[in-house]
């Protein structure tokens, strides 16, 4: 009997705590995420291929911010990329910028949700990989309810997503600093 309360318990816990199973092959802890070494297994894990020397009918960038409080997080380089390699994924980084590629050869939506696939990284409503709290994010500047795995990756977006214990006032970062080249 106590061992059918506790599992009781548990399960209650878990529904009330809103907390969502990350997808597989994901991260479960807190950051720094490194960046996947096996890139095409991650690549095909976020339903994207390798583009590599094609001809791009689409190349778009998106920023992204990460902050655990107020302390940001790196988004790691060579995510679903590497010139060694010759693997460039649809969607891919180059530096730890938090500038995000877009590169395809067809003009398609692209996600931020497929981005963190490839990473390896659970996204959800109310948590970033291993971060929990409360989750709150801003595309282009304004405040954005919903699941942040549909967010739409276009140009020169700015994506933040800032996790803070429950309660704590989040402040959103100023404005990324665009280089000229991406103009």
């Known amino acids: 009997m106590r061992t059918r309360v ?3 318990a548990v399960a209650a816990l878990l529904l009330l705590s809103g907390c969502a199973a990350p997808e597989a092959g994901a991260s479960r802890d807190a950051p ?14 976020a339903g994207l291929r390798n583009v590599w020397g094609e001809r791009l009918a689409e190349h ?7 902050l655990d409080g107020d302390t ?3 988004v790691p380089a060579n995510i679903g990329h590497s010139d060694r390699g010759k693997f ?6 180059h530096d730890t ?3 995000v590629h877009v590169e395809s050869p067809t003009e398609q939506t692209f996600t931020l949700g497929q981005f963190f696939d490839e990473w390896g990284v659970s996204l959800g409503p109310e948590h970033v990989g291993g ?18 795995r549909s967010i739409e990756l276009t140009n020169r977006r700015e994506v933040v ?14 404005p990324f600093d665009w280089p000229p080249q991406y103009g």
């Open 97 to 99: 910028s938090g500038i």
């Open 161 to 174: 997503l800032i996790v803070t214990t429950i309660g704590e006032v989040p402040r959103l970062p100023a």
């Open 6 to 8: 506790v599992a009781v």
């Open 72 to 74: 940001p997080v790196t």
């Open 131 to 148: 971060l929990r709290g409360e989750l709150t994010v801003w595309v282009d500047g304004r405040r954005t309810i919903g699941n942040p």
């Open 88 to 93: 460039a994924a649809e969607i891919h980084t």
């Open 60 to 66: 778009v960038h998106t920023h992204l911010t990460i």
């Open 32 to 45: 720094p995420w490194p960046r996947p070494t096996d890139l095409s297994a991650r690549a095909d894990a």
